[in-house]
């Protein structure tokens, strides 16, 4: 039987379970056929190495697809060889490739170029996560199932973690209009170059067209490793700033200055797809603020300061009177009567406390203190003092030949006029 031949080959059961149906799709290392798996009853992709190609390659491919499993990325279901012929058994995908639905000029509706460019970055993500760079990331290997959903497929030319490659050094791999620019040098590739090739694929489907733009292959790859490519701006005018972002990120020359890989792009389009679905501010009159509630604050206790200002008021009450009792009538004092109260200079109005004393003209010797500066809401701060300041010699009184008796504002004795001169001023 002639295994290049389709019509030959129509109908063939291999490995005795799956059954050839029509051709799918042929290259230089294989062909591609749509069989049905008559044990599972399902229909499945059974891909089957050209006669006169690699088989260590193919195989290679067959370990890359095995070591995935992903809703994007074209699943393995088995691996052998029939017949002297190697073949893998492939999920099926019924709805065509990216290339068959992109047209010259013509972009991809915003909404679904971000559906896919998401779908493919998630699956680039997992692949890159296990340490699988695909290297030749192109729209004909984005495939969709029957949901629309898109998967990544055809691994052969994949590299898996550090392994060697099955070329020499030097030689260039993946297509030319989305090779990268360290592959098109000859150099390893990693998950920056499936990022490159990300980016020449979200190029196209923003604007129908390519970065680079040559009838020579060899030409297009040295455009890719030397030449700076055009903006998304400068093929579409109106194509979303952000995606637009994204290619002008992933396709730098330097693989150090792309997202590093898969979950990097993903990561941005995300940021993408939610800034497009953020729903337009409200007007300023219905927007409401809520704020968390502040946690109480702590208040300080009245009795420490309290207490503190009645221990300063007994000092300054104490020498008051010491001093009231042995000072005489001079000429720097006011006497009022026997007592003689000294001239206070005027205080700077940044001092806490001021104290001002008036002299009466009553014949009673009476201690006048007025707070000038301090609120009348201050005094509740002075009655509640302990009256241990009666303590002090009643000498302080005016004689006896006073012909008015002593009349004060409160029933406290005389002498606790020095407690109640000291006032807080408000600043």
């Not at 503190?308 to 006497?335: E, I, M, P, R, Y």
């Not at 241990?388 to 504002?409: G, H, K, L, N």
Request: contains cysteine; proline residues 10%.
């Amino acid at each position: 039987m002639d295994h290049d031949n389709p019509a030959e080959m129509h109908g063939e059961t291999i490995a005795g379970r799956y059954r050839l149906l029509e051709p799918l799709g042929r290259g230089a290392m294989s062909a591609v056929w749509l069989a049905r798996d008559d044990e599972l009853e399902r229909q499945v992709a059974v891909k089957m190495l050209a006669p006169t190609a690699d088989p260590a390659r193919f195989e290679r491919e067959a370990r890359a697809a095995a070591s995935l499993s992903h809703p994007n990325i074209c699943a393995l279901y088995d691996y052998g060889e029939a017949e002297g012929r190697r073949y893998m058994v492939l999920e099926y995908l019924p709805n065509g490739s990216l290339e068959e639905r992109l047209r010259p000029g013509e972009p991809l509706p915003d909404a679904e170029t971000l559906r896919i460019a998401t779908e493919v970055a998630a699956g680039l993500a997992h692949a890159h996560e296990r340490g699988l760079v695909h290297r030749d990331l192109k729209p004909a290997n984005i495939l969709f199932d029957s949901e629309e959903r898109a998967k990544i497929a055809d691994f052969g030319i994949a590299r898996m973690g550090d392994s060697g490659t099955l070329t020499e050094a030097g030689t260039v791999l993946g297509t030319a209009s989305y090779i990268s620019p360290e592959q098109a040098a000859g150099l390893p590739a990693g998950p920056a170059s499936d990022v490159y090739s990300f980016g020449v694929i979200l190029f196209r489907m923003l604007t129908g067209a390519f970065p680079f733009v040559s009838q020579n292959a060899m030409e297009l790859v040295r455009m890719h490793r030397d030449d700076l490519p055009r903006t998304v701006a400068d093929a579409r005018p109106d194509a979303p700033a952000h995606l637009a972002s994204i290619v002008t990120a992933a396709l730098a020359k330097d693989p150090a200055a792309r997202p590093p890989d898969g979950a990097a792009l993903l990561r941005a389009l995300h940021g993408s797809e939610e800034t497009s679905t953020l729903p337009a501010p409200a007007a300023a009159a219905e927007t409401q603020v809520l704020r968390p509630p502040r946690s109480p604050k702590r208040r300080r206790s009245p009795l420490i300061p309290l207490a503190a200002l009645a221990a300063v008021l007994l000092v300054a009450g104490g020498a008051l009177a010491t001093f009231l009792t042995h000072k005489g009538t001079g000429n720097d004092g006011v006497s009022t009567g026997g007592l003689t109260l000294p001239n206070v200079p005027p205080v700077s109005p940044t001092t806490a406390a001021t104290l001002t004393f008036t002299p009466t003209t009553s014949t009673a010797p009476t201690t006048t203190a007025a707070a000038t500066t301090a609120p009348v809401t201050t005094a509740p701060a002075t009655t509640a003092l302990p009256t241990t300041t009666a303590t002090q010699p009643t000498t302080t009184t005016a004689p006896t030949t006073t012909t008015a008796p002593v009349t004060t504002a409160d029933t406290t004795p005389t002498t606790t006029a020095p407690s109640t001169t000291t006032t807080t001023t408000t600043p």
